[in-house]
Every structure is written in C-alpha cells, then in structure tokens.
C-alpha cells in the first residue's frame, strides 16, 4: 500500500474509546478480506461466555469454580451480597491498615514508623506488584518497595543488603493463596531469620495476603502477624493485581490504588460491548487469532515507548502464557496451544533485537504501546526543534513503519500518560482479551496444570536429595561416582537426577557433601 491508502485504512482501523482515553489502531494487520465476518459467529460466543463468566457461571470447568477478577472492580457485579461485602471490606480494611502505617499509628518494633514495604510472593503474587511499583512508583513513595520474587539465596541477600539497617523500619507482604507455595515460603524464612539476626520480632513487622483457612493464614494467626488479607479462590494469581494481592503493597507504597481500580472499571465497560469494532479487547482477540493462525504460530512482542512500563511485558508473559498455553482444549482433545510473549522497551530494543524482527525470521507480531505525555513539565531541546521525548516518539514511528515495509504486522495501543488509572485501564484490557481469545480457541484459560506438574517434580528432586544425603552420611569416608551411588542407592534410573543433585550439594557447604574431581564430571567422586 503507499501512503494515502495507509492513511485511510488507519482511519478504518483506529477504534477510538475517548471515554476511557485510549485507542487501538490494527491498521497494520493484514487480516483478508471478510476476516470480521467469518469470525463473527465465534466472537458472539465470546461475548456470551464472557457475560456468563461475569454473571457468575462456572468459567474455570477443571476445579469446578467460578472466576471473579471483574468483581473486584465493581463488587456491584458479584454473583451474591457475601461476596460483595467481601470484596468491599477488604478494600476498606486495606485503606485504613495503608492509612495507619504511613501516619505513622502503627509503628515497627524499635522504629518511629516504617519506611519500607518487602513484598514476598512468586508469578501471580510478585510480578503485578512489581510491575506497578515500578510503573507508579518515585521518590514521594511513603515507602519504598522491596521484592523476594524467587527462592534464589543470592538473591535475597542482594535485596536485604539493599535494605541494611532500614530492616527495622520495614513492613513484610507474605502473599501465598494456598500457604504453601515452596518459593513463598522460603522467602519468609529468610526474612524471618533476619529480622531475627537484627535482634527484631519477625511478627511485629508481617502481614499475610493468602486464602482464609491456608496453612499461612493460620500460622499467621497463631504468630500474631500484624494483619491478614483475604485471597478468594475464584481469582487466580494471575489475575490477582486488581486485589489484595496488588493493592496492598501499591496502598502501602503510597500508589492510589483506587484510581487503578476506576481505570479498570473504566476499561470493563468498554470491553463488555458486543460490537466488535467498537470494542479494543474484542479487536486485539481477534488480530492475536488472525497473527497466530489460531494456533500460536507467531509470539507476541511487546514495545512500550515508556521506561515506566518497561515491565509489563513479564507481568503479561503470565497472563498469556499460562492462561493460554494448554494441552487440551474444553474437548479433551490435543491441540498444545500458546501465545510466547516477549518485550523490554522501546527505544532500547531497537538497539537488540528489532534488527531480527525486521530482517530476519518473520515468526512475530508487535505490540506497539505510546504514552503520548513525556513528563510532567516542558522538556529542554536536545537539539534544535527536539526533545527526548520527540526523539521517542519518532522511534516509534519509525520502527513501525520499517517493520510494516518488510511484511512484519504490528497493532498500537496509545494512552495519554502513565497513571494509576492508566495502568488500571492496561491490566483490565489485556485480561479481557485473554479472556475473548481463550473462548476463541476453546480453551480453560482460567487453569495452569503444568505448573502444578513442575512443583510435583521439584518435590521428587529434594526426597531424592534427602535419600542421598542420609545414604551418605551413613557411609562416611566412602565415595562414589554419581552412576555408582545411584546403582547402590537403587535408583539407577535416577543416575541424571543423582548427578544434579551431587553436584550442587558439593558445590554448597550446608550438607557437608565434598567432591574430589576426576578428569570429567562423570569420574568426579563425592562423599560425606
């Protein structure tokens, strides 16, 4: 196409929602002729699976429970009055236990008030927090956000050195739906051990974000944790930021969560409609179903022109990629389907893999977002008739155009500036998307199987380290070859499992375990 007839199959293609103060331009998806009609059919199943999830039917069919993310926005749309008394009170209880801490009436241990907040989660309970905090967080934060989101010791350590001294100043998030999420609770241990290194009462300084009932909720209680907030078992964790799960730490950071729950209310709104064109979330299911064949031939990248959103990308690497990435559809049948989504930020990804995605394989589509206000204030030229942020803006431009003259589609979500109801807005457009797209594709995009299968396995791992570890401790002196002692131990078929976990607990002093290296891995002899 040149120019003009670009210019008018954007005029086609921009739906406009100015009362939620974005738009969608899909322009550059070359969808065929007729694509809107022949998949009219099954976005009118879309929109009817979508109103019956929201009116309460059982949406998630695997752990027969209902799914109520859209809820926690407007409790007005609960199925019953408990559970939009629920959903009420919790926001109440979370203004008035932010409201406490940051006047400073319900002080830390041995501080005059508390100045940080450590967040302790995994995936769903650490990755939209995180992504909030980063996208609306400054230096007028009332405190400021810390993150154990991994079972990494190194880790840890980084961020409790970061924390120093100001330990006894800081407030502890504990977010585990079910209590006993292995990462989570590793991560508490630590932080419990030290505030206990720092002469501090762990429990003067915790809160828990979990189910009612948890293991966490009643060690919790038992502990006499500072609070507790509930986490309800019809929102799953990657829907979870527009609850407790997010809104606490956002509250406690000093974020105006209520804002990003009005952006969200704002967004549902528009993405509830039945007129496809006219609807953003109905239009990207669609453009995701035309990019990817139905069947995820193609991934997602993600360009946001605003360092501020430069994690979103990870936060919707969950909500896709776990919602949608299944075996079997609602049939049973096989069909391993999955969008991959990848993305940093533009402009830095010119400078990485743009390169890839203009010349080389063609196995993509791009997601364009622009934030049309740069900063708060004027901007200085940094050169004459430009600013950075022009500059910014015209990398956008520009890259979208480069790709789209190499046959590369992209689609562009433009927002006026990055705010709490912004973010809000962002968070419940992709949800309801995701929502439209696994009906498309006749999915249970509200289950995540394979997770559970990897945390099976982890489990297998460390009662096989146990066994190897008494077996010996029972033979001190001996050694063995990690082949040899899987033979002893009979667990021959387990030799590859042996050899990992061998090698790690030599490679660690806990376990005492040493290792006299032999001329390959496979010769190397460990003992106790």
Not at 36 to 46: L, R
Not at 492 to 512: G, Q, S, V, W
Request: hydrophobic share 40%.
């Amino acid at each position: 196409m040149d120019s003009s007839q670009l210019w008018e199959k954007y005029k086609r293609c921009l739906c406009e929602c100015p009362e939620v103060g974005v738009s969608f331009d899909y322009s550059r998806m070359n969808f065929p002729d007729g694509f809107f009609e022949k998949m009219q059919p099954e976005m009118d199943k879309a929109f009817k699976s979508m109103d019956a999830l929201v009116g309460g039917a059982i949406a998630n069919p695997d752990e027969n429970r209902m799914v109520g993310h859209y809820w926690l926005r407007d409790s007005s749309k609960a199925p019953d009055a408990e559970t939009k008394k629920a959903i009420d009170t919790t926001l109440a209880r979370i203004r008035k236990f932010a409201n406490a801490v940051h006047k400073g009436s319900l002080k830390p241990q041995k501080a005059k008030r508390f100045k940080n907040v450590l967040t302790v989660g995994i995936g769903g309970s650490a990755l939209g927090p995180e992504f909030v905090a980063k996208a609306l967080g400054g230096s007028d934060d009332k405190l400021k956000p810390y993150f154990f989101d991994n079972t990494d010791p190194d880790g840890m350590d980084d961020v409790l050195a970061r924390i120093g001294a100001g330990l006894k100043e800081t407030i502890v998030v504990v977010i585990s739906k079910s209590g006993g999420t292995k990462e989570t609770r590793n991560g508490m241990l630590e932080a419990k051990a030290a505030f206990e290194k720092a002469k501090l009462t762990f429990e003067k300084h915790a809160v828990a974000v979990t189910g009612e009932g948890s293991d966490l909720d009643k060690y919790a209680a038992e502990h006499g944790w500072l609070e507790r907030f509930p986490m309800w078992d019809w929102v799953g964790g990657r829907t979870s930021e527009l609850s407790a799960v997010g809104l606490l730490p956002a509250a406690l950071q000093g974020i105006k969560f209520e804002a990003m729950l009005k952006g969200a209310k704002a967004m549902d709104a528009v993405t509830i409609v039945h007129e496809t064109k006219k609807n953003p979330a109905a239009l990207m299911a669609l453009m995701w179903f035309h990019a990817t064949g139905g069947r995820g031939q193609k991934d997602l990248v993600l360009l946001p022109y605003k360092d501020r959103l430069e994690l979103f990308s990870r936060y919707l690497q969950q909500l896709l990629m776990e919602s949608l990435g299944k075996e079997h559809d609602l049939d049973g049948k096989v069909v391993n389907q999955g969008i991959a989504v990848y993305g940093n930020k533009g402009s830095t990804d010119q400078h990485a893999y743009v390169q890839q995605l203009r010349d080389g394989v063609n196995n993509f589509f791009v997601t364009f977002i622009e934030v049309l206000k740069d900063r708060g204030g004027r901007s200085m030229e940094v050169e004459p008739g430009a600013t950075s942020g022009e500059f910014l803006n015209g990398f956008l431009q520009g890259t979208r155009g480069a790709l789209y003259e190499k046959g590369r589609e992209s689609m562009t979500i433009t927002v006026h500036e990055v705010s709490p109801e912004t973010v809000g807005k962002l968070i419940a457009l992709f949800e309801r998307t995701v929502g439209f797209y696994g009906t498309l594709i006749n999915t249970n995009a509200y289950h995540q199987p394979g997770v559970e299968a990897g945390k099976k396995a982890a489990a297998a791992v460390l009662a096989t380290q146990a066994k190897v570890v008494e077996y010996l401790r029972a033979r001190k002196g001996k050694a063995y070859t990690s082949e040899e002692l899987a033979k002893e131990m009979g667990a021959a078929r387990d030799a590859e499992m042996i050899h990992f976990i061998l090698r790690h607990l030599a490679a660690n002093p806990d376990k005492k375990i040493k290792a006299k290296a032999g001329k390959s891995q496979f010769e190397t002899k460990y003992s106790a």
